[in-house]
Nanobody, 120 residues
């Protein structure tokens, strides 16, 4: 089973671009039927799905975030990158990466999450 670890800056200024990395260990991130998701949880709120990159490189984003979100591979480093542009205080959240196994039709692995605060 692939283990996941998110990393990135804990503090970002408004209007900047947030960049987070999800690194996989214990297996390849490019397994068949794998979909790599970014999900966040603002303080006091529920989980919010942001988007995914699939095993064929296809991407799909949440409509409210689509214009600001980009998810990509770096297979040489076995990680996935999330870019969120023009951040605002309401983007403050714990950000998770999670592996959806299309064969099992379930989330197989979650990272521990990384806190991101947007503040000047």
């Amino acid at each position: 089973q692939v283990q996941l670890q998110e990393s990135g800056p804990g503090l970002v200024k408004p209007s900047q671009t947030l960049s987070l990395t999800c690194t996989g260990s214990g297996g390849s991130i490019r397994g068949n039927n794998y979909f790599w998701n970014w999900i966040r949880q603002p303080p006091g709120k529920g989980l919010e799905w942001m988007g995914y990159i699939g095993y064929s490189g296809e991407t799909n984003y949440s409509p409210p975030l689509k214009s600001r979100t980009s998810i990509s591979w770096d297979t040489s480093k076995n990680h996935i990158t999330l870019l969120l542009s023009s951040v605002a205080p309401e983007d403050t959240a714990v950000y998770y990466c999670a592996l959806w196994d299309g064969s099992k039709r379930r989330f197989d692995s979650w990272g521990q999450g990384t806190q991101v605060t947007v503040s000047s």
